[in-house]
């Protein structure tokens, strides 16, 4: 089935979202039986339930979701010598996994007016051009992203297909409604199925032009006032202190005087 690997001593991993069947089946013995399937996933155990057919019986998931993760055994059930008997299967592990690694979003950082650690957010100045990149590892060829954007309760969404397994998104001109959180949503169509991924959340703000210069005018004000304070405090400290040597002669001279007298 599309969607699943993994070696059988392993268990198995499934693709979020893909189909996949889980087969039971025993050597011929005896005509007729059933196959009970029972499924064990966060201490809840399922069982579902086939008559066999030509010995074997098969047991249908549309679409894999993290419910489905979990340990699966087959237990086949007949009636012979005018008794009930089963026999269990081993047990099979299986996991659901994400089908797509997150995206990377990101603002060029050697775009002007742009400023600020990922971690706290980005500046952009008004006015100013700025790009936010969408990208993600090679996994499959081709593939979209889609750049969200919520401001203002508001909330815009930009698509452009995925070259080289990015995209850029550019603003010639910052302004107040470009303030908001912005993220990257990355889609592919693979095992005929859509799947996608969410990037983080980017938060990014738009500031004026000339808040920044005040602040910059204040930031320089403080650095020329710690600079001065540096420089003239040691020297006025040492202006006040007495040179040993002249303490010395000054003694000498006033016990030179009390000999006198």
């Known amino acids: 089935m599309d969607g699943v690997s993994g070696a059988q001593q392993q268990g198995f991993q499934v693709l979020q979202g893909s189909r996949f069947t889980i087969s ?42 993290p419910a489905h993760q979990g340990n699966y055994s087959c237990v086949y059930g007949v009636y012979v010598f005018s008794h009930n008997f089963s026999s269990e299967s081993r047990l099979l592990s299986l996991t659901v996994t994400d089908l797509l690694l997150q995206p990377i979003i990101s603002v060029s950082p050697t775009m002007d007016g742009v400023s600020g650690a990922q971690q706290q957010g980005f500046q952009v100045l008004q006015g100013s051009r700025f790009t936010i990149s969408c990208s993600v590892q090679p996994q499959y060829p081709g593939g979209s992203f889609q750049l969200t954007f919520t401001s203002s309760n508001t909330t815009y969404n930009y698509t452009q297909p995925a070259v080289n397994h990015s995209a850029d998104f550019l603003f010639p001109a910052a302004n107040p409604a470009h303030q908001g959180k912005y993220s990257c949503v990355y889609g592919v169509y693979v095992f005929s199925h859509n799947f996608s991924s969410e990037s983080r959340l980017l938060s990014l703000t738009v500031t004026d032009p000339k808040d920044f210069i005040i602040r910059l005018v204040v930031l320089l004000v403080i650095l020329l006032m710690f600079t001065t304070a540096v420089y003239f405090i040691p020297k006025a400290s040492r202006g006040q202190k007495s040179d040993p040597q002249e303490n010395i002669e000054m003694d000498c001279n006033n016990l030179s005087v009390s000999r006198a007298e």
């Open 24 to 65: 039971c089946s025993v050597q011929p013995q005896y005509p007729g039986g059933s196959f009970q399937l029972t499924f064990t996933s966060s201490n809840t155990t399922y069982n579902y339930t086939q008559p066999a057919v030509n010995h074997s019986a098969d047991f249908l998931f549309p679409a894999a979701n």
